[in-house]
């Protein structure tokens, strides 16, 4: 069963969209008839609080419900976040991704970890030349789409335009497009 269960981990603050991206990925693994779960887990609900957001994707039916403490790929909405929390229960083969302008040699010294996958992209610059607003959600999940294959990124496009409407809808969409070619891997 394991073999077929993807668990990620998603930081964030309030207000980033880190349980949006959460739910987004759930309901594009959804789409392609897979099994999923996602939820959040969050203190006082403010703009800005650190939160954590969780999803499950199989090809299996999914027995936990639990947190994900060993996660097999880990997302960093929030550079500032980069902390104990983030490397908690990392694998070996735990694939990273994080948003920030440094360089992969700088974020593994910031993190203390060596092991594992580590994809870095600005998701915010880009996010603010397509959006015009630093939400860095669905640019990351174009990254994560990209590194992962859990889910196709028709899957992903389709979801976010269902979810968001009109001109905003396809902004998203155009920037998951970017962030699925531009994500590197170091």
Do not use: C
């Amino acid at each position: 069963m394991r073999e077929s269960l993807i668990e990620i981990r998603f930081h964030g603050r309030g207000g980033q969209g880190a349980w949006t991206a959460s739910l987004l990925l759930a309901q594009a693994g959804l789409k392609e008839e897979k099994y999923i779960q996602s939820f959040p887990a969050f203190g006082p609900e403010r703009a800005g609080a650190p939160i954590t957001a969780f999803t499950r994707i199989s090809e299996e039916p999914i027995h936990l419900h639990s947190s994900v403490y060993e996660p097999d790929v880990v997302v960093v909405l929030d550079p500032t976040l980069m902390g104990p929390s983030v490397v908690e229960g990392l694998k070996p083969e735990t694939k990273i991704v994080v948003n920030t302008d440094q360089s992969p040699e700088e974020m593994r010294a910031i993190m203390g970890v060596q092991e594992g996958k580590l994809y870095v992209l600005d998701a915010t610059s880009l996010a603010l030349k397509i959006l015009g607003r630093p939400i860095t959600n669905t640019a990351m999940l174009g990254a994560v789409v990209k590194v992962t294959g859990i889910v196709k990124l028709d899957s992903m496009l389709q979801v976010v335009g269902e979810r968001f409407s009109g001109r905003i809808g396809e902004l998203n969409k155009e920037l998951i497009k970017i962030t699925y070619e531009e994500v590197g891997e170091e």
